[in-house]
């Protein structure tokens, strides 16, 4: 596999419109489901690589079908993880390019705040994670990842929210430029930035911040 090509992941979660994932899906090199985002490969009919998960949410006639068709299913109860966390485990045991998660958001909030907590622990893993739904794209900047650069059309909404503090941010191309300064959750956020050109540049010192993409 071209270490460059990415890993479509998909989760149960809030999915974005056919054509997005159907785009995702024609360019990645494998296809992974964590548990019953096996239910929204097989809507799309896709071609599944493996489906890892506790199984408590699929259904054993999609189970029954992906394995039929060749998917490697891979039964992890362990409930210390959750199946997004163990699906990302499984895919860095043999890839560290890049990785790109489809259904990670969703109408449960605690859901959602567990999938970022994953994304971000699990983000120094790959050479880039990302999740994507049909508002927007989301990546963490970490100490280690500690810069992205973005390709946006001019007007794009971007939203940088700490995880804790993000320490010394530095940006180019937003309208409300930040340059060596610290954001800190629960005390300054940035909500709702515009990209004013392009690329749009984010780096940080340290810390960990969410960057939102609006498509």
Known sequence: ???AQHVLLILGGAFPGEARALALAESAARIVCADSGAEHARK????????????????????RFFEARGAEILSRP???????EKALEFIAATHTGPVVVLGATGLRSDHLISNLSVMLRMTDRFESLTANDDFASYRFLT???RSCTIECPIGSIISLMPF?????????????????EDLL?????????????????I????????????H
């Open 1 to 3: 596999m071209d270490p």
């Open 44 to 63: 799309l009919g896709l071609n599944v690589h493996a489906i890892v998960g506790d199984f408590d949410s699929i259904t054993p006639d999609t189970l």
């Open 78 to 84: 362990d409930q210390q993880h959750d199946d997004f």
């Open 143 to 145: 100490a280690v990842q």
């Open 164 to 180: 804790g503090t993000a320490h010394r941010v530095t940006t180019t191309n937003l309208q409300y430029p930040l340059s060596a």
């Open 185 to 201: 959750l629960g005390q300054r956020e940035g909500l709702s930035n515009v990209a004013t050109g392009t690329p749009v540049h």
């Open 203 to 214: 780096e940080i010192a340290g810390g960990a911040l969410l960057v939102t993409v609006g």
